[in-house]
Nanobody, 124 residues
Framework: QVQLVESGGGLVQAGASLRLSCAAS????????VAWFRQAPGKEREFVAH????????DYTDSVKGRFTISRDNAKNTVYLQMNRLKPEDTAAYYC?????????????????WGQGTQVTVSS
């Protein structure tokens, strides 16, 4: 089973960009579907984006389409979330999650491995 460590969060102004990284341990990282979720205080964990094993299929929640890009480098055991034109409503703790299943899912319970999260704060 892989272990996940997120990095790249921070405090930025609206309109800025950040790139989050999710580094995985383990030699079988390429066999995992990976997703990014986020959770703002007092709100439920929300799907942001996911990517299939090869990186050829991605999906995004509507609120980030055209602004966020998920990608992966299996040689580096890393998944990225490039976030452009950030908005205050993007403020949340961002988590990466991995699934050994075969189906892309937007449901948190379908992912069995989670990172510790990285905070993104966007000021207006």
């Amino acid at each position: 089973q892989v272990q996940l460590v997120e990095s790249g969060g921070g405090l930025v102004q609206a309109g800025a960009s950040l790139r989050l990284s999710c580094a995985a341990s383990g030699r079988t990282f390429s066999s995992y579907i990976v997703a990014w979720f986020r959770q703002a205080p007092g709100k439920e964990r929300e799907f942001v984006a996911h990517i299939n094993r090869s990186g050829g299929i991605t999906d995004y929640t509507d609120s980030v389409k055209g602004r966020f890009t998920i990608s992966r480098d299996n040689a580096k055991n890393t998944v990225y979330l490039q976030m452009n034109r950030l908005k205050p409503e993007d403020t949340a703790a961002y988590y990466c999650a991995a699934s050994g299943g075969v189906l892309l899912s937007r449901t948190p319970r379908m992912y069995d491995t989670w990172g510790q999260g990285t905070q993104v704060t966007v000021s207006s």
